[in-house]
């Protein structure tokens, strides 16, 4: 079964400075995809950054980007420049097979970041 | 980028009566739409997969037969809460993805349940 773990409930980064958000998974498939969203207090959900389990490079988006590791199975964000904007839940999520139209996107815990004039 | 609604946004309700939220992808075709719980400051939670024409994938202790869930077409998936009670009160998000290969999947903007 497919899992994911954010481990930081809680962050602090200064504006403008970088800050990097922790995500590992676990699953036994080889095809996976990886996402990223940012859900500030209005609930909604917006789609940051993906990488695919065969993508060769990380994944980078703007001020996004995404450290794929893939033997260590861990999928961390990395948010350039912090703006007070920035300030949001951020979740990391996993679908396996993800062309797949039945496949579950399944959420981690998430990581609530606060940026600091 | 493509756009889900849900309706209502808000909706407060009493003990035991129903609710019914719609989430709808306005400009796209989606055969597969997905029902996600959130408690505040948590995790979403799936809840079931909704396929269009066909029965909905309930995930494991998710009662059937109080989320009640029908895809009638590409672009509507409802969700009705029956019998609610307040330890149904939650944040509700659906989200589709279109029917075209793509690893995408759009997220409504969710509807907040209150039942008093």
């Known amino acids: 079964a497919q899992k994911i773990t954010q481990t930081q409930p809680g962050m602090f980064v200064q504006e403008k400075e970088a800050v990097t958000l922790d995500c590992t998974y676990d699953t036994s498939d080889p095809s996976y995809g990886l996402f990223w969203y940012k859900q500030p207090s209005s609930g909604e959900m917006i789609f940051l950054i993906y990488?695919?389990?065969?993508?060769?490079q990380n994944a980078t988006e703007g001020r996004y980007s995404l450290n794929f590791q893939k033997a260590r199975k861990s999928a961390n964000l990395v948010i350039s420049a912090s703006q007070l904007g920035d300030s949001a839940m951020y979740f990391c999520a996993m679908r396996e097979a993800p062309y797949n139209q039945g496949g579950k996107l399944i959420f981690g815990q998430g990581t609530e970041l606060s940026v600091k004039p | 980028g493509a756009v889900v609604s849900q309706h209502p946004s808000r909706v407060i309700c009493k003990s035991g009566t129903s609710v019914k939220i719609e989430c709808r992808s306005l400009d796209f075709q989606a055969t597969t739409m997905f029902w996600y719980r959130q408690f505040p400051k948590k995790s979403l939670m799936l809840m079931a997969t909704s396929n269009e024409g066909s029965k909905a994938t309930y995930e494991q202790g998710v009662e059937k037969d109080k989320f009640l869930i029908n895809h009638a077409s590409l672009t509507l998936s409802t969700l009705t809460v029956t019998s609610a009670h307040p330890e149904d009160s939650s944040f509700y998000i659906c989200?589709?993805?279109?029917?075209?290969?793509?690893?995408?999947?759009?997220f409504g903007p969710g509807t907040r349940l209150t039942v008093t």
């Open positions: 989200s589709a993805r279109p029917w075209t290969e793509g690893y995408e999947q759009y």
């Open positions: 990488q695919g389990s065969y993508d060769q």
